[in-house]
C-alpha cells in the first residue's frame, strides 16, 4: 500500500524520476509485504515490474510475501507473475503447537517474564491462534491480570485471565468486517452465532481462492443471500 500511495503521489507531483531513484538505484535489498494487493492496479504492476527488473539485473535482493501464489492472484498481469514465479516460492505454514510455545518463549525471555513455566505457555498456546500479534497479546494479558490482581503467575491464573480469550477474538473478527465490508446492523443479525459468522468467512475465502475473485465481493453476495 504504502509503495502504490507514493506511486500515485510522484505521479501527481511529477516526482516519478526521484520515485525511482528511491526504489532502483538507492536500496540493496526490496522488501515488499501483501502483493496481492496489486491486483487490478496496472499502472502500479507495470512500474513495480520494470522496479524488480532493474534490482534483478544489479544483483540486489528482491523479497515479495502474498497471502496466496501468484498464479492465484487476481487480475495480475502474465509477465509480473512470471517474474514473481521465477524466484524461490516459500510457502510459510501457520505454526503448529510446539513452535507457538517456542516463540512464546522467546517472547518472554525478551520481556523478562522469567517467572513463566512451561504448562502456562502451553495454555497459551492452545488458547491463541497460530498469529505471532495475538501469541504475544496473550502472554501479555496474562502477565496484566497477574499485575491487577496482584496475584503470581500460576496456570489457574493463566486460565482466569484467558477464559473469554476465544470470544473476544471473534468479535475482533465481526468488528473487522464490520468496518470493511461496510455492513450494517441489520445484516450481522442474520448471523445468529460468531461461530457461525467465521465459518462463513472461512468458506468465501476459500471460493475466493479457487475462483480468483476478489473476497469481498464474494462474502457480500454469501451474507445476503441468507
Known amino acids: 500500500e504504502k509503495y502504490t500511495n507514493e506511486f500515485i503521489d510522484a ?9 525511482r531513484e528511491r526504489y532502483r538505484q538507492n536500496v540493496d535489498i526490496l522488501m515488499i509485504d501483501d502483493v496481492q494487493f496489486l491486483s487490478g492496479k496496472e499502472s502500479t504492476q507495470e512500474e513495480i515490474f520494470h522496479n524488480i527488473n532493474d534490482l534483478f539485473n544489479a544483483n540486489k535482493q528482491i523479497i515479495l510475501s502474498s497471502d496466496r501464489p501468484p ?17 524461490l516460492l516459500a510457502d510459510i505454514t501457520p505454526p503448529d503447537i510446539e513452535m507457538r510455545v517456542a516463540i512464546l518463549r522467546k517472547k518472554a525471555e ?6 513463566i513455566t512451561d504448562n502456562i505457555l502451553f495454555l497459551i498456546a492452545e488458547k491463541a491462534s497460530d498469529n505471532v500479534r495475538e501469541l504475544e497479546g496473550a502472554l501479555k494479558r496474562v502477565y496484566a491480570y497477574s499485575t491487577l490482581t496482584g496475584k503470581s503467575v500460576s ?6 485471565a484467558l477464559k473469554d480469550y476465544h470470544s473476544e477474538i471473534q468479535k475482533q473478527y465481526i468488528d473487522w468486517l464490520d468496518r470493511r465490508i461496510a455492513l450494517g446492523n441489520a445484516e450481522l443479525k442474520r448471523c ?5 459468522l467465521l465459518e462463513n468467512v472461512q468458506a468465501c475465502l476459500e471460493k475466493a481462492q479457487q475462483d480468483k475473485t476478489d473476497f469481498i465481493e464474494v462474502y457480500k453476495q454469501n451474507l445476503l443471500s441468507k
Open 71 to 87: 498464479k492465484n492472484i487476481a487480475t495480475l498481469s502474465d509477465r509480473l507473475c512470471s517474474r514473481f514465479e521465477g524466484g
Open 11 to 19: 505521479l501527481s507531483k511529477h516526482q516519478i524520476t526521484a520515485f
Open 155 to 160: 496456570y489457574e491464573l493463566a486460565t482466569e
Open 110 to 115: 525478551i520481556n523478562n517474564m522469567t517467572d
Open 192 to 196: 445468529k452465532k460468531n461461530s457461525e
